[in-house]
């Protein structure tokens, strides 16, 4: 982060910033891409198996140790778990979208 | 992703692919916690230096970059662009706060 020396100018010190954004939120669209291939895979395994939808258990585990890894990292953890909330929603939608889909095929 | 054999059980391949996802929210959060240090650090020098605290050029420019590397990734370009909608909306609360406990402090 601010790999600009401090004798650069603000502008310059603005566009190495703004570099390290570009990088970063390069890795979080691919990160993000690769979780919903994972969770996509879920929901086909549980289909295919007549497994539950949801999980509470595993979803309040799972908000309890990214806030913890938030704290350790300086994040904010309420921001953590909303920005997680937020993920999760959208992958029940997209669920939803999809079995909307295969009902729609099956007439 | 799915690195349980095809051979194993439904319940074995479902735990390989939470642990996939529990190891992609740890890096996500990560990138994320990286992502504000640097956008906090670019709130101070703009404050600092009295540059305009929006660029909605530069918030166009990221969008359609973010669509395209989502596009190329095969992940929903639309959910990429409420993403990084949604992480904006985060830093700008984050500053006004900021803003806020500021002036209190010197209020």
Chains 1, 2 share one sequence.
């Not at 502008?11 to 919903?36: K, P, Q, T």
Request: charged content about 30%; glycine content about 2%; some cysteine.
């Amino acid at each position: 982060m601010g790999l600009a020396p401090s004798s650069s100018t603000p502008e310059e010190r603005l566009l190495s910033l703004r570099s390290s954004i570009d990088n970063i939120d390069a890795a979080l669209v691919h990160m993000l891409a690769e979780r919903f291939r994972c969770t996509q895979e879920v929901g086909r395994l549980k289909a295919e198996h007549e497994m539950p939808a949801s999980d509470p258990q595993r979803e309040a585990r799972q908000i309890a140790r990214l806030r913890a890894l938030a704290a350790d990292a300086q994040l904010d953890p309420e921001f953590a778990e909303k920005w997680f909330n937020f993920v999760v929603a959208e992958v029940i939608h997209h669920h939803h979208r999809l079995a909307n889909e295969a009902a729609a095929d099956e007439g």
